[in-house]
């Protein structure tokens, strides 16, 4: 096998143009496919941040009508729909994939929250203990809220980053008041999204998702929600997947938990806000295009392969008087097919791995000049090299065949 290989290597050295015009056909189809396929993953990773955000891989579960996010303020309270048990909220623990669980009320739209009569427009949300751990927010000034201002029902508030610049005007906003339909809401805390960046938004149903985020939130103990809005309203519910892939699953398992509890006259349900499924689905006509493309692609190899065929013809040839001569002294026909076969597999793998290096050169440049995303993968490099050996096996083969069903004394007599 190694006297075959140091065979092969001389062979395509001694023709080194020849060989390399022989491998162009498998270095453009590789580079080809490398490019496509490190392109395309890398867009589907842009979809995926560009609409999940480069997040917390949290869910958010919320009661609907119609599809469309449930409106206290204008529609009351929904019949039929209590809030989430503790057994229920243990049964959400418990979701395969599940990280972590709280339970909040939520307003996008806060017209009733004041500071010194300045209007606040963004969201206001009544948190249990658990929701700044699970939707990735750290405390930057002040303090968390307590047990005691749960169970004592204290009028305190947490604040984040964007409500501290937009409502306070830079103030320090730490033992301010707030007055949140009257009532008055002293700040204790200022906290901030781990993670800053936000989705892109393309649509009007994304703007209102994240719309009340990105004008700020007020955040209050979840027990003084009935202070404000005077009644139990039903909950909405964050659960933190452990991986941004599992979100759907954990979304979907949660949603269904959530609706058993609904009574059979609800006319409302809760749905996982699933941006991770639109994502997939526009993955979907992402890799349908890859895979249009990797066929185009595949037609260069084709032709390389047919180019890898031809010129070990013409080695056969050429090399006629020397299998002659290694059949005349007992070279069996193996032998010959197995040095012609390692000859074209090793042009056609050194091709293979010159269309990789291409490929993934290709690829960079393209991000670099154009602000395509890349993103290289490994397994498809490897793939692609042995892939281009089986070419040089296929196609080396007929050649192969035909020099080792030389007969020795022709081959000697043969000029």
């Keep these: 096998m190694l006297e075959n290989l140091a065979v092969s290597f001389s062979s395509i050295w001694s023709h080194k143009l020849r060989s390399l015009l022989t491998m162009l056909g498998i270095i453009i189809g590789i580079a080809s496919i490398i490019t496509i396929v490190s392109t395309i993953r890398g867009t589907n990773e842009q979809i995926k941040e560009n609409i999940v955000g480069s997040g917390n891989n949290v869910v958010?579960?919320?009661?609907?009508?119609?599809?469309?996010?449930?409106?206290?303020?204008?529609?009351?309270?929904p019949a039929g729909v209590s809030v989430v048990s503790d057994d229920t909220k243990s049964r959400l623990e418990e979701i395969s994939?599940?990280?972590?669980?709280?339970?909040?009320?939520?307003?996008?739209?806060?017209?009733?929250?004041?500071?010194?009569?300045?209007?606040?427009?963004?969201s206001t949300l009544g948190i249990d203990e658990n929701y700044i751990e699970v939707c990735d927010y750290k405390l930057v000034a002040g303090r968390n809220f307590f047990e005691k201002d749960f169970s004592g029902f204290r009028k305190v508030a947490m604040v984040d980053t964007d409500t501290a610049l937009s409502l306070f005007e830079g103030d320090n906003p730490i033992g301010k008041t707030l007055e949140i339909r009257g009532e008055p809401f002293t700040v204790v805390g200022i906290v901030e999204k781990q993670s800053k960046k936000e989705p892109v938004i393309n649509s009007m149903s994304e703007y209102e998702m994240y719309a009340g985020s990105t004008s700020g939130e007020v955040f209050i103990p979840k027990s003084c929600w009935q202070i404000i809005y005077a009644y139990d309203e039903p909950e909405s519910a964050a659960i933190k997947a452990s991986s941004t892939d599992g979100m759907t699953g954990v979304g979907k398992d949660a949603a269904d938990i959530l609706n058993s509890g609904l009574s059979a006259d609800a006319?409302?349900?809760?749905?996982?806000?699933?941006?991770?499924?639109q994502a997939a689905n526009m993955?979907?006509?992402?890799?349908?295009?890859?895979?249009?493309?990797?066929?185009?692609?595949?037609?260069?190899?084709?032709?390389?392969?047919?180019?890898?065929?031809?010129?070990?013809?013409?080695?056969?040839?050429?090399?006629?008087?020397?299998?002659?001569?290694?059949?005349?002294?007992?070279?069996?026909?193996?032998?010959?097919?197995?040095?012609?076969?390692?000859?074209?597999?090793?042009?056609?793998?050194?091709?293979?791995l010159l269309g990789v290096a291409a490929g993934i050169g290709l690829a960079a440049l393209l991000s670099a000049v154009m602000g395509i995303?890349?993103?290289?993968?490994?397994?498809?490099?490897?793939?692609?090299?042995?892939?281009?050996?089986?070419?040089?096996?296929?196609?080396?083969?007929?050649?192969?065949?035909?020099?080792?069903?030389?007969?020795?004394?022709?081959?000697?007599?043969?000029?």
């Design 267 to 277: 006319k409302v349900k809760y749905e996982a806000q699933d941006l991770l499924e």
């Design 97 to 122: 994939g599940a990280d972590g669980v709280s339970l909040f009320h939520y307003r996008m739209y806060s017209d009733n929250v004041f500071y010194k009569n300045i209007p606040f427009s963004g």
């Design 60 to 77: 958010t579960v919320r009661l609907t009508h119609s599809g469309v996010d449930y409106e206290f303020d204008y529609e009351g309270n």
């Design 373 to 415: 995303p890349t993103a290289i993968s490994i397994p498809a490099c490897i793939i692609s090299v042995i892939f281009s050996t089986l070419i040089g096996v296929i196609f080396g083969l007929m050649p192969a065949i035909k020099a080792s069903k030389l007969n020795p004394i022709e081959a000697l007599n043969r000029e």
């Design 283 to 352: 993955q979907t006509i992402a890799n349908s295009t890859k895979s249009q493309l990797i066929w185009i692609a595949g037609i260069s190899l084709l032709v390389g392969g047919i180019g890898v065929m031809n010129i070990m013809m013409v080695s056969v040839t050429e090399r006629t008087k020397e299998i002659g001569l290694k059949k005349a002294i007992g070279a069996r026909r193996g032998t010959i097919l197995r040095q012609f076969l390692t000859e074209a597999s090793v042009l056609c793998g050194i091709g293979g």
